[in-house]
Nanobody
């Protein structure tokens, strides 16, 4: 399994980013996918999940601001981040639930 994230960046408060994750080595359409994040000094936490059928769940802290989506043909999963705040600063990881990518850094700062 290989999961490769991209799209992390430095962004100002209130800004937006779109994270992408390219998956390989799995039958992508068979897997629920998700995003976790880990902020400095904190434990890794669930951000969003999307099932094989497209149902989504979100952490309370990101509901209404983040949107997870997937493209089974391209074997990609995305996370749209809107209305970003400094509290969203973290390394964001793509996951199948049992495997994680190397992460992409999101920094929200003025």
């Amino acid at each position: 399994v290989q999961l490769v994230e991209s799209g992390g960046d430095l962004v100002q408060p209130g800004g937006s980013l779109r994270l992408s994750c390219a998956a390989s080595g799995i039958i992508f359409s068979f897997y629920d996918m998700g995003w976790d994040r880990q902020a400095p000094g904190k434990e890794r936490e669930l951000v969003a999940r999307i099932t094989t059928g497209g149902s989504t769940t979100y952490a309370d802290s990101v509901k209404g601001r983040f949107t997870i989506s997937r493209d089974n043909v391209k074997k990609m999963v995305y996370l749209q981040l809107n209305s970003l705040s400094p509290e969203d600063t973290a390394v964001y990881y793509c996951t199948t639930g049992t495997d994680w990518g190397q992460g992409t850094q999101v920094t929200v700062s003025s």
